[in-house]
Nanobody
């Protein structure tokens, strides 16, 4: 079993920055991917960013490319999402997820474990 716990959300003004953390406990910090997804009220969950734990390759949604950075700290069993130049449309609940088997990094249905989510609110 894997437990994922997010932290770092909050209220920030447009143009500001936040760093989200996702601590991984239980099963080893391994597998294929760790991803960040978000869900705004009334909208479907959408892919934000993912990192391949084996090779370190990173992937981003077009809407956040150049503004968000996903990274990992293997020693701390933690992944991060550094968010900069935040916009009101980035407001959502952000969740991290772990994928241990094959699938598509952008598809939430292919992830095996999820955290509880952390709220990010960007004011204009």
């Amino acid at each position: 079993q894997v437990q994922l716990v997010e932290s770092g959300g909050g209220l920030v003004q447009a143009g500001g920055s936040l760093r989200l953390s996702c601590a991984n406990s239980g099963r080893a910090f391994s597998g294929y991917f760790r991803g960040w997804f978000r869900q705004a009220p009334g909208k479907e969950r959408e892919f934000v960013a993912a990192i391949n734990l084996s090779g370190g390759s990173t992937y981003y949604a077009d809407s956040v490319k150049g503004r968000f950075t996903i990274s990992r700290d293997t020693a701390k069993n933690t992944i991060y999402l550094q968010m900069s130049s935040l916009k009101p449309e980035d407001t959502a609940v952000y969740s991290c997820a772990a994928r241990y088997y094959s699938g598509h990094y952008y598809n939430p249905a292919d992830y095996d474990y999820w955290g509880q989510g952390t709220q990010v609110t960007v004011s204009s």
